[in-house]
């Protein structure tokens, strides 16, 4: 599968209260939750992203509580994969196991750039700046978890 | 091939005589935890993927600590949901208001994680029963729907950081300085997708309740778990709490570790964590004077007997603060009748704070202690993430109880020793 898509861009340590704060976890509504999602750290991200964007950020993505509303809120806002140097491990489990795209990837982007990504290559191409990087795909296990469409699924089927 | 305490675990789980880092595996569950947050998003996902049946209804806790007393009409129709699932379901471990406490002061007291176990939880502060010599890790609520229907999860098996420690703590210095020193050391992912493995003689002389804090924290560096080893003090916790029989594992001598830290207890200060991030600590050497007007003494870092003991110690006899709120928030309705008879109530309340129900409350900023902008507090919780209490422009600092019962006493943020 191939993406393409602008880059948006945040820091390192981007935490699941900044993705969304607790004060709107009394919903699972995904429309309800995207229409906060990032408020405390950019308020023009609501306003600002298009379908089909994508996410670049440093170290550490997610971080904090465990959440899935964090990677939900994302995927309704529009976001098409999330690319960081490195997730917290639980935000890493609950996009897989919720079907958003990420990737580990630890390149130069900058905000505004359109970006092509090909999953199952492992390539990542930066058409603003003309530079092919490349990350590792996902193991089988993950793949079969994602083909499947999703955790539960898999595991029916693998019984 | 050698493993270390964590690897043994998942490997007795998952059917094989040894795992290695980096293999991924299928794991049998001995408990899957939700709370009111989480559960909502997890029985949806459950309902989706046409689950009938939970795989042992005896081996679920729905614990709705977070908005309970319900907040509002959104959190009231969230707890009802799981009220409802629980019920249909048959699910034993059900704890509502009355029964309820922050879930990770709960399970362990009732029994229901003890050494050995495996236990998830969407939740991600579940690490915390590390302190058991269980393996504890938060996950989201896909997973746990998974786990609810299936009793399994997936895992990658963790390579790990072992810290061993040294001496003993002296003076104010606690189980929460200890824990925010490591994390101020290695950083907020300094231990990502690892475990954390305490070890040394300097275990023996932690409680138990400041083995709980240290590994509820253990996600604060980015861990996937932290454990301590098993010894005499866990014995006697989990045959005081359980019937269940424990199992002990222990880390072989040549275990493989990715880093080694000698931890000197006898030379932790009382440490705080500055806004924003849990890693940035400070000892009383360089925090300057900070005006507060919030106190927080509750959750599942710090919201146990000995926490209010300590507390009670500070604030006996005195006021705080006109300027400072201080909540006092016990984690389990039984810690709340355990400080009650101790007489430690009466005297929070002579000295000006106010005693709430267990409840999760202002740790995550839901209800029972917001901060408006430009406010600041002194919290025994465990994350001080932007707008983590309120406000976005409010700001948490994280401490032991004494350093905020101190705090709330001055309405800066105090270290006790240089209480009079
Ligand atoms: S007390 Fe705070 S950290 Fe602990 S479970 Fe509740 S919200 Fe999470």
Redesign the pocket.
Same mark, same amino acid.
């Given at each position: 599968m191939k993406i393409t898509g602008k880059a948006i861009k945040y820091g390192d340590n981007v935490d699941t209260d900044v993705i969304i704060p607790a004060r709107y976890l009394t919903t699972s509504n995904e429309k309800e939750l995207a229409a906060h999602c990032m408020e405390d750290l950019d308020k023009t991200f609501v306003s600002r992203v298009k379908e089909g964007d994508i996410m670049v950020a440093g170290a550490n993505f997610g971080c904090g +509580?465990s959440r899935e509303h964090a990677p939900i809120a994302i995927k309704a806002s529009g976001i098409a994969c999330v690319i960081a140097k490195s997730f917290a491990r639980i935000f890493y489990r609950n996009a897989i196991n919720t079907g958003l795209a990420i990737i580990e990837y630890d390149g130069d982007i900058s905000e505004g750039d359109i970006l092509e990504v090909d999953y199952e290559k492992g390539e990542l191409n930066n058409l603003t700046r003309g530079n092919v990087g490349v990350f590792p795909p996902f193991p089988p296990f993950l793949q079969n978890i994602i083909n499947k469409g999703g955790l539960l699924k898999s595991l029916r089927e693998d019984k | 091939m050698a493993m270390t305490m964590t690897q043994k675990i998942l490997a007795a789980h998952s059917g094989k005589d040894t795992v290695k880092k980096g293999e991924l595996i299928m794991a049998q569950l001995d408990l899957v935890l939700g #709370?009111d947050v989480t559960s909502p998003v997890a029985i949806k996902e459950f309902n989706k993927a046409g689950c009938n049946c939970v795989f042992d209804c005896n081996k679920i806790a729905l614990v709705m *600590?977070?908005f309970t007393p319900n907040k509002d009409i959104k959190s009231a129709e969230q707890v009802k949901t799981v009220r409802e699932f629980a019920d249909e379901k048959g699910i034993t471990n059900f704890f509502d208001v009355g029964e309820m406490g922050?879930?990770?002061s709960l399970l362990p007291e009732k029994g229901l994680v003890v050494s050995g176990d495996l236990v998830i939880g969407a *939740?991600s502060?579940t690490c915390t029963y590390g302190a058991l010599g269980a393996f504890s890790t938060g996950v989201g609520s896909t997973d746990m729907a998974a786990g609810m229907s299936y009793g399994r999860a997936w895992f990658k098996v963790p390579p790990a950081i072992k810290f061993n420690l040294i001496n003993k703590l002296t003076g104010w210095a606690s189980g929460k300085d200890v824990i925010l020193h490591i994390i101020g050391k290695i950083g907020v992912d300094g231990a990502l997708y690892k475990s954390m493995e305490f070890a040394g003689e300097g275990v023996s002389s932690l409680s138990m309740d400041e083995r709980f804090t240290i590994c509820n924290m253990a996600i604060e560096a980015g861990a996937k778990n932290g454990i301590f080893p098993v010894d005499e003090k866990t014995l006697e916790y989990v045959r005081e709490h359980s019937n269940k029989q424990p199992r002990i594992f222990e880390a072989d001598g040549d275990a493989e570790y990715d880093e080694v830290f000698d931890i000197d207890l006898s030379k932790i200060k009382p440490t705080v964590a500055f806004p924003h991030l849990p890693s940035n600590t400070r000892t009383f050497d360089d925090i300057g004077e900070v005006k507060i007007n919030q106190v927080v003494i509750g959750? /599942? %870092?710090n919201g146990r007997f000995s926490d209010f003991e300590i507390a009670a110690k500070i604030l006996r006899g005195k006021k705080v603060d006109k300027r400072v709120r201080t909540l006092i928030i016990p +984690?389990t309705q039984k810690i709340y009748l355990d400080i009650l008879d101790a007489g430690f109530i009466k005297d929070f309340i002579n000295a000006g704070c106010i005693v709430s129900t267990p409840t /999760?409350g202002p /740790?995550?900023g839901g209800h029972m202690g917001i901060l408006a902008k430009d406010e600041r507090c002194v919290s025994t %919780? #465990?994350?001080n993430f932007i707008g983590r209490m309120g406000h976005p422009e409010s700001e948490v600092y994280l401490a032991s109880p004494a350093v905020a019962a101190a705090s709330a006493l001055t309405g800066r943020i105090l270290q006790p020793s240089e209480l009079i």
């Open positions: +509580s | #709370n *600590d977070h922050v879930e990770h *939740d502060h959750s /599942c %870092t +984690s /999760c /740790c995550l %919780t #465990n994350r």
